[in-house]
């Protein structure tokens, strides 16, 4: 029995709801079982889902909504140091896929011209999956989480041009060069509207608005679904649209107040995305590929990782960095679909490169997904096979700018203890710097110190801080590991100045005395000790 679109909606989101529900008890990551969900109701099995353009529009809407908050929390100083490495990244491994994507699918039997559809297919990352993951991770706005926006940013602009190439040759009357200056026209267009609103009317606009909390986020999903909209008609993705429309309004005042009322919507949305990718698979096509399949899958898992890691190290990026950055690329897109489909309008595919092409975007999206949720338990694993991807002295650090010249006290680690101790400093009148590994405390408004970027695990910290008269450096993280890195960084690099150091017990307290630290200390029992004064001085 064939459902109405409504009925069709609602069997779906029980479906999902189920296999969401199956995926966390058995302690798998939620897209897995939201992907499984989407091959459960697609017509390969229960047939709730015939045709997947059914739920597209609600996917389009939540891709808008995704790129769109991700636009309102982009630091456009941070855009500007970024753009040579996600440049070089982004294009090194759209080029390195390509050739050896070729090759193999040459080696595979494929004739030339579907071997370059498959080729450069496998170059596109899917920059609604990394944002989600890194999103829920709350990495987005670390380093290698703001690099791999970067590049995929590159890709999804090589997509663009790629299907313009596929129009006009499969077109007798294309101009391909007219074409390219067609899109580089339009995109400017586009960027000068998206200046012209963040600049002149950004401000004035969401004041208004902000009188009514319900009116200011329907605005801004109207805002980022119609430059999404705009985007496309002028040949560019909704993705591109949607980003720019939350870029034009990161300056507001009321930007965190928009995301935040917009998340919830926009995950429910996704959903719609991810069952809509699930039901695009055949059993069938897949079976009858699956060594392909499989051959694919693991050159875009290992090899795209690697491209990555060997441009940023040459760049000077650390290899945690680097490594982190280069899980991201390890999945397909959905571009990669649209460019296969669109080959076969043209007549050059066929529908087996399609079904090709799908099952290695489902490999390589769940594994990816496994990959870039474990990235820490992984790179500590693997972490001595990493070194030949760096340089003996990683030099790149774009966020360490601004640091103070001479600081008395630096302070590692700003969470509320941290930060606590660092106001203290302040009021004190003390010269102080904060270092913390996620780039939202960097770039917090709120400090009434400079804060910058730094990993207290890097062991050329020392060297990128400007210890001439520091005191104390103050560790207030409480993980044994970072803090026994960090003084043995501190006492080979050689600066003048004391380490103090947190513990939670007298066993990881005694092993960092061991290590070397000046002081010791107790953040729980520090902050328990007034508490604790107070009360008996009233009994």
């Known amino acids: 029995m064939e459902l109405a679109i409504f009925e069709q909606v609602a069997a779906v989101l029980a479906v999902a709801v189920a296999a969401g529900a199956l995926a966390l008890l058995l302690r798998q990551p939620l897209i897995v079982g939201l992907l499984a969900a989407g091959i459960a109701v697609g017509p390969e099995l229960l047939g709730i889902v015939q045709d997947p353009a059914e739920i597209e529009l609600l996917a389009k809407i939540g891709i808008s909504l995704l790129l769109f908050i991700v636009g309102l929390k ?118 000068l509207l998206v200046i012209a609103v963040g600049r002149y009317l950004a401000n004035p606009v969401t004041h208004l608005l902000a009188r009514s909390p319900e009116l200011l986020v329907l605005a801004a999903v109207a805002w980022a679904v119609v430059l999404a909209a705009v985007s496309l008609a002028l040949g560019f993705s909704q993705e591109v649209g949607a980003f720019l429309a939350g870029m034009s309004l990161a300056s507001t005042p009321y930007r965190e107040a928009i995301s935040g009322r917009l998340s919830t919507l926009r995950d429910f949305l996704l959903v719609f995305f991810f069952v809509e990718l699930g039901a695009l698979f055949e059993f069938s096509t897949a079976i009858s590929q699956l060594g392909a399949a499989l051959v694919l899958s693991l050159f875009v898992l290992i090899g795209n990782p690697i491209i990555v890691m060997v441009i940023m190290g040459v760049m000077g990026y650390r290899k945690k960095v680097s490594f982190k950055a280069g ?64 340089r003996r002295r990683p030099s790149a650090n774009p966020l360490l700018a601004d640091a103070p010249h001479r600081p008395q006290y630096v302070v590692v680690g700003l969470g509320r203890f941290g930060s606590t101790v660092m106001d203290e400093l302040v009021e004190s009148g003390h010269e102080v710097l904060g270092v913390d590994f996620n780039p939202r405390s960097v770039h917090a408004t709120a ?20 210890l001439h008269e520091t005191r104390w450096v103050i560790s207030t993280l409480r993980r044994l590991e970072p803090n026994l890195h960090m003084i043995s960084s501190f006492r080979h690099a050689g600066p003048a100045c004391r380490i103090a150091v947190a513990a939670d017990d007298d066993e990881v307290a005694a092993t960092l005395d061991a290590a070397g630290a000046d002081l010791v200390f107790r953040p729980l029992h520090e902050a328990a000790s007034p508490l604790l004064a107070q009360i008996h001085a009233m009994e």
Not at 332 to 360: M, W
């Open 447 to 466: 400090w009434r110190a400079p804060v910058v970027y730094g990993d207290a695990e890097d062991p050329d910290l020392p060297l990128q801080l400007p």
């Open 327 to 390: 899980l991201t690329v390890a999945q397909i897109s959905e571009f990669s679909l649209i460019l296969v489909a669109l080959g076969v309008s043209q007549g050059q595919v066929g529908n087996d490169v399609v079904g090709l092409v799908t099952a290695v975007g489902l490999v390589t999206i769940s594994a990816s997904t496994y990959l870039i949720t474990n990235s820490d338990a992984i790179y500590e694993r693997i972490e001595p096979m990493l070194r030949p991807f760096e």
């Open 74 to 191: 982009l630091d456009v100083r941070l855009v500007a140091r970024l753009g040579p490495v996600a440049l070089a990244t982004g294009l090194g491994q759209v080029v390195f896929t390509s050739i050896v994507g070729f090759v193999i699918a040459i080696g595979l039997g494929f004739e030339r011209v579907p071997a370059l559809y498959i080729a450069v297919a496998l170059t596109f990352s899917s920059t609604i999956i990394v944002v989600k993951l890194l999103t829920d991770k709350r990495e987005l706005d670390d380093l290698h989480g703001r690099i791999a926006l970067g590049f995929l940013i590159v890709q999804d602009i090589v997509v663009v041009l790629a299907m313009i190439v596929i129009t006009a040759t499969g077109d007798a009357t294309g101009d391909l060069g007219s074409e390219i200056l067609g899109v580089v026209g339009r995109g400017l267009l586009l960027i």
